[in-house]
Nanobody
Framework: QLQLVESGGGLVQPGGSLRLSCVVSGETLDAYAIGWFRQAPGKEREGVSCISNRGATTNYLDSVKGRFSISKDNAKNTVYLQMNSLRPEDTAVYYC???????????WGQGTQVTVSS
């Protein structure tokens, strides 16, 4: 089973940028799709972006399209979420998760807090 550890969160002003990292261990990353999710206080968790096991396919939540970019480095077993033009409504705990093709999101990291505020 994969273990996932997120990092890179923090406090940033509106319009700023952050890059989140999800370091994966336990198995080879190229066998898994990786997704980024977020949960704000009082709200349900939502999917933000995901990338296929080989990195050929990416998907984004409509509200982050053009601002966020997901990428993966299989050699480093790391998936990144570059977040630009951040807005206060992006404030949430961000989690990464993994799944095999066609399977459920099954392994989760502990989350990293992103706060966008002036």
């Amino acid at each position: 089973q994969l273990q996932l550890v997120e990092s890179g969160g923090g406090l940033v002003q509106p319009g700023g940028s952050l890059r989140l990292s999800c370091v994966v261990s336990g198995e080879t990353l190229d066998a898994y799709a990786i997704g980024w999710f977020r949960q704000a206080p009082g709200k349900e968790r939502e999917g933000v972006s995901c990338i296929s096991n080989r990195g050929a396919t990416t998907n984004y939540l409509d509200s982050v399209k053009g601002r966020f970019s997901i990428s993966k480095d299989n050699a480093k077993n790391t998936v990144y979420l570059q977040m630009n033009s951040l807005r206060p409504e992006d404030t949430a705990v961000y989690y990464c998760s993994s799944r095999r093709s066609g399977g459920p999101w099954s392994s989760w990291g502990q989350g990293t807090q992103v706060t966008v505020s002036s």
